[in-house]
C-alpha cells in the first residue's frame, strides 16, 4: 500500500489516496476523472477525459479505415501488374508463334 496525494487534471482537486502498489489509475473523488498515476509519488501522467476517449477511438476507426483503403488499393495495384504480365507474355508467345509461321513460309518457299 501506498499514499498517493493526487491533483486531478481536470479539476485540480487535491485528494490523498491510499492505493495498492500496483495500481496505476485513480478517479477523482470530485469529478470522476481518471487519472494516471506514476510510481506511486504525487504524480499524474496523463488525465483521460470522456470526450479524449471518444476523440482517440474515432482516430482510431479512420485509421482502420485506412488502412482497409490501403490494402484495397494494394490488392488492385497486385491485380494490374499480374494482368500486365500476362499480357506480355502473351504477346512474346504471339510473337514467337508467327516468327515461327514465317520462318517456315521461308523455307517451304525455298524448297519449292
Ligand atoms: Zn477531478
Known amino acids: 500500500m501506498k499514499l498517493v496525494s493526487l491533483n486531478c487534471e481536470n479539476c485540480n482537486a487535491a485528494s ?3 492505493v495498492e502498489d500496483d495500481i496505476t489509475i ?3 473523488a470530485h469529478c470522476g476523472t481518471k487519472n494516471l498515476l506514476d510510481d506511486g509519488v504525487q504524480k499524474i501522467q496523463h488525465c ?5 476517449v471518444a476523440r482517440i477511438k474515432e482516430s ?3 485509421l482502420k479505415i485506412k488502412e482497409m483503403e490501403f ?3 494494394e490488392k488492385q495495384r497486385l491485380a494490374d501488374t499480374e494482368k500486365s504480365e500476362l499480357r506480355v507474355g502473351f504477346l512474346v508467345i504471339a510473337i514467337a508463334a508467327i516468327a515461327i ?5 521461308y523455307i517451304v518457299s525455298c524448297v519449292a
Open 16 to 18: 490523498e489516496l491510499t
Open 26 to 28: 485513480a478517479f477523482c
Open 48 to 52: 483521460i477525459k470522456k470526450e479524449d
Open 60 to 62: 482510431e476507426t479512420l
Open 71 to 73: 490494402a484495397e488499393k
Open 101 to 105: 509461321v514465317a520462318a517456315i513460309g
